[in-house]
């Protein structure tokens, strides 16, 4: 058969390709069903600035995985690899597959539950977090609206700490997980969508909002991406009321363009280092007062 009909048909048989093919049916159904029945009216001009990161942060990512890869590879290596081995729950066959999706997606979660906690909780790491929150609008493409440093974080906090713990079967999750990524879409998306009294199985539109949200009450809650479990059991889960759709975004904090954006972080870490600086010279200040005295 001619080279390149062969390449075609591989790439079509490839189980990955089947999975990718369903993201991004996925995410073009949450935006189909975004403009049929939004829940909030968005301007469209909002959408660039969010789908110029998604370009930007694209690029990004493909020049800086090998290096990442590299990295986390030879500190996992370093360290030891899959204290706990969860194949013992058996991972056979398709359902198997399943469950493996599921317990990985599970673990997955609780890692990036506490990457997302100390996101907030940090003012430093708070500064690059920002600009994911300062969507006033928030909808699908909030879900590709990060700060690059995100991307290099990932490793700190989730994958390495998970590989060091467990033991997953790798080549399934590689290609199965695939899957819950198109949910943060769905999470993020401009729906009136909250799964009524099963709000604790899965993250819904609604219960995403609520970490979005511009409501005080709502501030550090619902930090899980795919499963509620993890607030539920760390106290940090509000289940989001009938029809609760709450505006988003932060107070005080508006960006518009891909250079505010990307310099957000620095220009947050250098007010950060100029307020430290002035208070330290404002107490060796007042201990040489109170030595005249
Ligand atoms: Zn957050
Ligand atoms: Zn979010």
């Known amino acids: ?27 073009g ?11 909030h009216d968005i301007p469209s001009q909002h959408y660039g600035l969010n789908l110029c990161c998604a370009v930007v942060n694209g690029v ?4 800086a995985t090998p290096f990442i890869s590299a ?13 706990i081995d969860l194949r013992a729950l058996g991972f056979d ?16 979660d609780f890692f990036q539950y506490w990457e997302h906690r100390a996101f907030h909780s940090s003012k430093i790491l708070w500064q690059q977090h920002l600009l994911h929150h300062s969507d006033e609008y928030m909808n699908f493409t909030t879900a590709a609206r990060h700060h690059p440093i995100e991307i290099f974080l990932v490793p700190v906090f989730v994958t390495i700490p998970m590989a060091v713990l467990f033991k997953l079967p790798p080549i399934n ?13 769905v999470a993020h998306s401009n729906v009136r969508l909250g799964f009524g009294p099963f709000w604790w199985v899965l993250v819904s539109p609604n219960y995403h909002r609520i970490h979005h949200s511009i409501e005080p009450h709502h501030i550090d809650r619902n930090f899980a991406m795919w499963f509620p479990i ?10 989001p009321r009938p029809g609760e759709c709450p505006g988003t975004g932060v107070a005080g904090e508006s960006v518009q363009t891909l250079g505010q954006a990307y310099l957000q972080p620095l220009i947050g870490w250098r007010r950060m280092m100029l307020e430290r600086l002035s208070s330290r010279a404002r107490g060796s200040r007042a201990a040489s007062d109170f030595d005249r005295q």
Do not use: K
């Not at 058969?1 to 995410?27: D, T």
């Not at 993890?230 to 289940?239: E, L």
């Open 71 to 83: 990295g986390t590879a030879r500190v996992i290596q370093s360290v030891g690899l899959g204290l």
């Open 1 to 27: 058969m001619w080279q390149p009909v062969e390449w075609v048909l591989a790439l079509i048989l490839n189980p990955a390709f089947h999975l990718m093919c369903l993201m991004f049916l996925a995410i």
């Open 93 to 108: 066959g398709v359902t198997g597959g399943l469950i493996a999706v599921v317990v990985g997606t599970l673990v997955l």
């Open 230 to 239: 993890w607030d539920i059991v760390f106290g940090t889960a509000v289940a």
């Open 60 to 63: 990004a990512i493909a020049a």
């Open 29 to 39: 159904l949450v935006g189909l069903l975004e403009w049929l029945l939004p829940a």
């Open 173 to 185: 999750i590689a290609a199965l997980s695939l899957i819950p990524y198109a949910w943060d879409y």
